[in-house]
């Protein structure tokens, strides 16, 4: 009986900790992403990259 409970709480925890990181992580990639040092980095790698992928 109490192995059970052990296991029901721990996979709540598990879920409650996972949609936590995963609110998160969406809220630092929504500002990542509106940042001038995200789009600086972006146009930086594709002019890097656009002569290899043309070949």
């Given amino acids: 009986m109490w192995d059970i409970f052990l296991q029901i709480v721990v996979l ?3 879920i ?13 990639w929504r500002r990542v ?4 040092w995200w789009n600086v ?3 930086f ?11």
């Fill in 12 to 14: 709540l925890g598990r």
């Fill in 16 to 28: 409650i900790l996972s949609s936590m990181a995963g609110f998160f992580l969406k809220k630092i």
């Fill in 41 to 43: 980095t972006l146009t």
């Fill in 45 to 55: 790698f594709k002019e890097k990259l656009w002569p290899f992928r043309r070949k």
């Fill in 33 to 36: 992403r509106r940042s001038h």
